[in-house]
C-alpha cells in the first residue's frame, strides 16, 4: 500500500511527535499511525476506535499497509483501552475541543506523558485544562485549511508553564503564548477576523465585550513583538 497522505493539519500533528509508543485516540481511517512508523517516528502504535465503521476501516488500512505487527488497532472509548504507562504520547485529532477535554479528563491515570490535540475549534478549554492537569506547552502551530487549525504538544511538568510569563494571560489562553510569540499572517488574520466580527455585536459589560478586548490585546502583543 502506498504511504498515506495526510492533510495539513494532520502533517502539523506528526511532525510533533516522536517516541517510543503512541496512540492516535478516534484514528478513523490509522493513517497517521500508519505514517508514524513508516517515517520512524514511532516504533510502535495503538490506534483506538469506538465506533465499528472507522474500527473496520482502520483495521483494514493496517492489514493493507503490512504493518500488523507494528501497529494495533484497539476498540474502545477514549483511553480505556491504554494500560497507565503503555504509551509516551498520545495523539486526539479531529475533535471539538469540548470533546477533546472530555476524553482527557475521564482519562485519569492512563493519560501519557505527551500529548498532541488538534481540536476543530478553540484551542481555549485545552490550554485551561493543560494549567489545571499538570501539563506545559511545548509547541503549537496554526493551520490554514478549511478553517484553521490549532495543533499543541503538551508535556506533563511541575509548577507553572513559563511560556505563559511576561503574556497578558485571557490573550495568551484564548491564542496561544507560542503563537503570539512567533507572529506571521495566520495567527494575525484570525485575530483580525475576530475584532471585525466581535465590533458588530460587542456590549459594554456582556461577554461579547471581554472578548473583544482580549482580541484587541493579542492584536497588540502581536504587533509588539514584531517590532
Same mark, same amino acid.
Given at each position: 500500500m502506498?504511504?498515506p497522505?495526510l492533510?495539513a493539519?494532520l502533517?502539523?500533528v506528526?511532525?510533533?511527535?516522536?517516541? !517510543?509508543v503512541? +496512540?492516535?485516540?478516534?484514528?478513523d481511517? /490509522? $493513517?497517521?499511525?500508519?505514517?508514524?512508523v @513508516?517515517d520512524? =517516528?514511532?516504533?510502535?502504535c495503538?490506534a483506538?476506535?469506538l465506533?465499528?465503521?472507522?474500527?473496520a476501516q482502520a483495521?483494514?488500512?493496517v492489514?493493507?499497509s503490512?504493518l500488523e505487527t507494528?501497529i494495533?488497532v484497539?476498540?474502545?472509548d477514549?483511553?480505556?483501552?491504554?494500560?497507565?504507562?503503555?504509551?509516551?504520547?498520545?495523539?486526539?485529532?479531529?475533535?471539538?475541543a469540548?470533546?477533546?477535554?472530555?476524553?482527557?479528563?475521564?482519562?485519569?491515570?492512563?493519560?501519557?506523558?505527551?500529548l498532541?490535540?488538534?481540536? !476543530?475549534?478553540s +484551542?481555549?478549554?485545552?490550554r485551561?485544562? /493543560? $494549567?489545571?492537569a499538570?501539563?506545559h506547552? @511545548?509547541?503549537? =502551530?496554526?493551520?490554514?485549511?478549511?478553517?484553521?487549525?490549532?495543533?499543541l504538544?503538551?508535556?506533563?511538568?511541575?509548577?507553572?508553564?513559563?511560556e505563559?510569563?511576561?503574556?497578558p494571560l485571557?490573550?495568551a489562553?484564548k491564542?496561544?503564548?507560542?503563537?503570539?510569540r512567533?507572529?506571521?499572517?495566520?495567527?494575525?488574520?484570525q485575530?483580525?477576523?475576530?475584532?471585525l466580527?466581535?465590533?458588530?455585536v460587542?456590549?459594554?459589560?456582556?461577554?461579547?465585550?471581554?472578548?473583544?478586548e482580549t482580541s484587541?490585546t493579542?492584536?497588540?502583543?502581536?504587533?509588539?513583538?514584531?517590532?
Amino acid at each position: 500500500m502506498p504511504t498515506p497522505t495526510l492533510d495539513a493539519r494532520l502533517e502539523a500533528v506528526l511532525e510533533l511527535i516522536r517516541t !517510543n509508543v503512541h +496512540a492516535d485516540i478516534g484514528s478513523d481511517h /490509522a $493513517r497517521l499511525p500508519v505514517r508514524l512508523v @513508516r517515517d520512524g =517516528r514511532a516504533q510502535q502504535c495503538i490506534a483506538v476506535e469506538l465506533n465499528p465503521g472507522p474500527l473496520a476501516q482502520a483495521s483494514r488500512s493496517v492489514a493493507r499497509s503490512r504493518l500488523e505487527t507494528r501497529i494495533e488497532v484497539r476498540e474502545g472509548d477514549g483511553f480505556a483501552p491504554l494500560l497507565p504507562g503503555e504509551v509516551g504520547s498520545a495523539s486526539l485529532c479531529g475533535m471539538g475541543a469540548h470533546t477533546i477535554k472530555s476524553i482527557l479528563e475521564r482519562a485519569g491515570e492512563r493519560l501519557p506523558a505527551a500529548l498532541i490535540l488538534q481540536p !476543530n475549534d478553540s +484551542a481555549l478549554l485545552l490550554r485551561l485544562w /493543560a $494549567r489545571g492537569a499538570g501539563y506545559h506547552i @511545548r509547541a503549537e =502551530r496554526l493551520i490554514a485549511g478549511y478553517w484553521l487549525y490549532p495543533v499543541l504538544r503538551l508535556e506533563r511538568a511541575s509548577g507553572p508553564d513559563p511560556e505563559y510569563d511576561g503574556m497578558p494571560l485571557n490573550a495568551a489562553l484564548k491564542y496561544g503564548p507560542l503563537l503570539l510569540r512567533a507572529g506571521g499572517e495566520v495567527i494575525r488574520r484570525q485575530i483580525e477576523a475576530d475584532i471585525l466580527r466581535l465590533q458588530k455585536v460587542a456590549v459594554p459589560g456582556r461577554a461579547s465585550w471581554v472578548e473583544l478586548e482580549t482580541s484587541k490585546t493579542a492584536l497588540a502583543v502581536l504587533e509588539n513583538e514584531i517590532k
